[in-house]
């Protein structure tokens, strides 16, 4: 983290692995091809729905909790 701006950390993600293991706790099975392509979508969709909210959220959050200390 930091101050480097041309730093590319990765904050959140999600694999195909935990799509596939959350897919087997919820159906008891793996999704195939067809199925992966709708889960990822619908992942992404529900991912980017209202970012600017949840940035906001959690950057005002970051902020009043910098400002406790």
Do not use: C, H, P
């Not at 999600?14 to 596939?20: A, K, P």
């Not at 992404?44 to 406790?68: C, H, Q």
């Amino acid at each position: 983290m930091g101050d480097d701006f041309n730093k590319a950390e990765i904050i959140f993600s999600v694999t195909e692995n935990d799509l596939q293991q959350e897919a087997i706790r919820l159906t008891g099975k793996r999704l195939n091809d067809d199925e992966l392509y709708v889960a990822a979508k619908g992942i992404d969709w529900g991912l980017s729905f209202d970012i600017e909210t949840v940035f906001r959220v959690a950057i005002d959050e970051a902020v009043k909790n910098r400002s406790k200390n």
